[in-house]
């Protein structure tokens, strides 16, 4: 398993903009997905207040600074390529018709490429008389869990009580479309990076990362992919407002013309991730080619 790390941190965010809903029953019987399947870790991952087998390297930085490109919720191309250089803000040259991004003027490798998410959102599992639930009404009972001005957010967790879970287990899926003139390239790196949300409830275990199963916005709404691979062990807390990343495999981009990933839970604490309808950031994965 290889390296993730948690970079970033706003300020204090004061008490009195949340009087929210939390986790507020957790159910320690929960045995989740069956975290067993496809057990071969190909990344791995590491953070802060963690075991003794991750480590973290946390920096300050301005969420504001990482505004990205545009993206839509189609599931279809790609809509968001940041070239080197740009903080997302500017996005002066990218490709939001995924067409473009990551050709070299030089002849020799393609320049590195950074994708925005077309698909970041959550769903509730069915539990009992409780029905599943998807993207959309995931998404709003995230922002009430949140309870802050951000929107587009995302959210994982064993046992959501309060906020309209009643004690679901929440999963957020994060699906990235290659533009064509990249697909087939030998990748160096690939990296995901997720911003957790401003809420005072927002921060909590980081989550256990699997590739899954085709999915898009439609096959959401009935219900959730299966688990493929694991991907990298449980993160461990993540801090309000940070930016996680993951360290991933290549090969799960050299595969083909898409990279699907999960998020499940391995706590029992909420964790807000932003999705891919977040006006400020959206989950990201970044390349680099050989």
Known sequence: MTDSRIVGRSPTIPLAALAVAGCLLRNPGFDGEDASAGASASAGASTSAA??????????????????????????????????????????????????????????????????????????????????????????????????????????????????????????????????????????????ELRVGDGLMAEGDGGHLYSTGPFDLETLKVGPPAQVAELAAPLGNVAIDSVVTWDLDPALAVAGDVVLLGLWPSS???TVYHGHESPTVQPRLHITFQ
Not at 99 to 110: D, E, I, L, V
Not at 148 to 165: P, V
């Open 51 to 192: 075991s003794s087998t991750v480590t973290a390297a946390v920096t300050t930085t301005d969420p504001s600074s990482t505004s990205a490109a545009s993206g839509t919720g189609t599931g279809g191309a790609s809509t968001g390529a940041v070239l080197p250089g740009s903080t997302g803000a500017d996005t002066t040259g990218s490709a939001t018709d995924g067409s473009g991004g990551g050709s070299s003027s030089t002849g020799g490798a393609p320049d590195p490429l950074t994708l925005d998410a077309v698909i970041g959102v959550c769903v509730l599992l069915t539990l009992g008389d409780e029905p599943y639930v998807g993207p959309e009404g995931c998404g709003a009972i995230a922002k009430a869990f949140n309870n802050t001005a951000q929107s587009g957010l995302t959210f994982i967790d064993t046992a959501l009580n309060g906020a309209g879970g009643e004690g679901r287990t929440a999963l957020s899926f994060f699906r990235f479309d290659l533009p064509p003139n990249v697909v087939g390239q030998p990748i160096a790196t690939l990296k995901l």
């Open 268 to 270: 029992s604490t909420t």
